[in-house]
């Protein structure tokens, strides 16, 4: 099993959380040095997911407020999962390794279709084509 990704980990640190947190509590909570928690939120602030609060002459950080509502996640996960039932018998697992498994052969494909979903919309030429569900 590989080490979980940093930003994850800020991520589930923050929302349990629940409040805006300086940044020194991120990093504890995250487990991780507050130089990579400070990498990290700086390019997490740049996407739009965390919001920097100024006060009393502390930085406070704090997700979009989306990422409290637990509904959220679990709609996505309702209307991924029929997804990633179906393509499952698409995939051709017999050309893998045993260093590669099933699940994160099905995770990296559903990654790229979100890679993919994401540069239509930037590109806005997702709505604009007719090969849309």
């Not at 504890?28 to 700086?42: E, I, M, N, R, T």
Request: charged share 25%; aromatic share 10%.
């Amino acid at each position: 099993m590989t080490e979980k990704d940093p930003i994850l980990k800020i991520v589930e640190a923050m929302q349990k959380a629940d409040k805006p947190l300086i940044l020194n509590h991120i990093a504890k909570h995250a487990g991780a040095s507050a130089q990579l928690v400070d990498y990290h939120l700086g390019q997490m602030i740049k996407k739009g997911l965390v919001l920097c609060l100024n006060e009393d002459d502390k930085k406070y950080y704090i997700l979009q407020p989306i990422f409290y509502d637990e509904n959220w996640l679990i709609a996505l996960y309702k209307m991924l999962t029929p997804f990633v039932e179906g393509m499952s018998d698409k995939i051709g697992y017999e050309q893998y390794s045993l260093d590669i498994s099933q699940e994160r052969v099905v995770i990296n494909i559903l990654v790229m279709f979100l890679r993919r979903f994401e540069d239509e919309l930037e590109k806005g030429t997702f709505l604009n084509t007719s090969n849309n569900v």
